[in-house]
């Protein structure tokens, strides 16, 4: 799950960094309005984490511009205004949760994957292909209904490959959605990823293959008898 966090604080900003990385998140961290709006516009985010208070732009302001360009990404407020009529501005103005400071970051990784699982994200709490399934919100694999273990972002390929059902996915499309700006990623990242899943896959006795399309990318599919 890849997440932005909009944050002038420098120091929130890398407790938020810090707790979620482990927790399976990608985070980058912006510390102005005008970069966050351009990190929106270039990549496509799983949620926003916006602080109220920015040196250029309030946080209400931008959240209203997003919403009016029709941008649905999910947006926590993250804020040292805890008042109930401060969280109802908050929400009325577009945002999908309100979390005040300080907040436990277990907490926050909590309610980034409650919006994830919203309808309105089309969002399924289980992916299936053959045998195989998968629970995006705990990144629990089954294959044959047996827990299959997976590394966190083999769980993040695999849930991507999933979700496009059986369309191919491009090589940058997977290493947006694993690695934040500031993370160093080799040339071949990727296919190595790939291919200790495609090792686990097959021993776990999954029915399914990905393939890889020369030029394109990947695509998962279910493995035809014969």
Known sequence: MRVLCIEDDRIVARIVELGLKPLGFAVDCVTTAEDGEAALSAISYDAVILDRQLP????????????????TTPILILSSRSRTDDRIVGLNAGADDYLPKPFDVVELAARLHALARRPSQMLDPELTCANLVLQPANHTALVNGETLPLPRREASVLEHLLRSSGRAVAKSAIEDRLYAFDEEVSSNSVEVHIHHLRKRLSNAGARVRIKTLRGTGYMLVPETSG
């Open 56 to 71: 250029d732009a309030d946080g209400m302001t931008v959240l209203k511009r997003l919403r009016s360009q029709r941008n």
